[in-house]
DNA sequence: GCAACATCCGTACACCCGTGCGGATGACGA
DNA sequence: TCGTCATCCGCACGGGTGTACGGATGTTGC
């Protein structure tokens, strides 16, 4: 249990709880990140950056992934709020939401492929 | 099945594929991310941050968790590379790996509260 | 209307993952 | 050496998640 009478250093833990965000806050970042955390939606997301729209069977085609994996990522994005979706016919195409977070473009789909490169465990 | 005998538009699908990390690679880049998007490792990673070093219960009680979460949390961290341990005597103090990725840790640590609160759904 | 088509949705299933529990390991103090 | 302590590890359980399948929705062309 968490019978920790004592802080073995209590002024780093204060020092770690002024910059501990709380549960509530790091869920809230957290389903963001799980949301990129897959592989197949974060190939859609790199697609859909690089080709500014597309419909669902051109992902698929794109991706190499069935038109299921590719359907359920992007209604998780689409959910989210990260992608849109334009009806046009029988077919929707999408894109990167207006409101698609600058910073996370930029450091997640610009620089993310160079973060595996300088990780440990590359 | 990608039964799509003709793409839609075969320029866009392209240009798509000239970006997207093919499903080895992302699957690389997606499990560190995996890694960091759980609100227990996250925490973890903002004391460590903060506080240099911190040793378990200590840990447990800055993020007011339980320690068997904690222990879980740091050994897959620790596991993964990101974090290092320096046993002392009967506990174990934890940090930051040397080799953390300093991208990482700028655009997540200290950029991703920033993040969620540009996210569409905020 | 009818058939073929692109996509969406509901369901079911297998899988992974985080947590808690109990016991094991190694270290301190007497 | 004995008891206590901090942490680690093996195990099993519950919950969440991605995929495949089948059918539904709405569209296009005849």
Known sequence: MSDHPHPVDAAAVARARTRIPDAFEAEQ??????????????????????AEELCVGDLAQALDA????????????????????????RMGFYRL???FPEP?????LIRLAELSSTAPRG
């Open 97 to 99: 939401a207006d409101g």
């Open 104 to 108: 996370l473009r930029q450091h997640c």
């Open 29 to 50: 970042v957290t389903s963001v990140l799980t949301l990129i955390a897959d592989p197949t939606r974060m190939r859609l997301l790199f697609a859909l950056d690089a």
């Open 66 to 89: 069935s038109e299921d994996a590719v359907g359920y990522g992007l209604r998780m994005l689409r959910t989210a709020g990260l992608v849109t979706r334009r009806k046009e016919g």
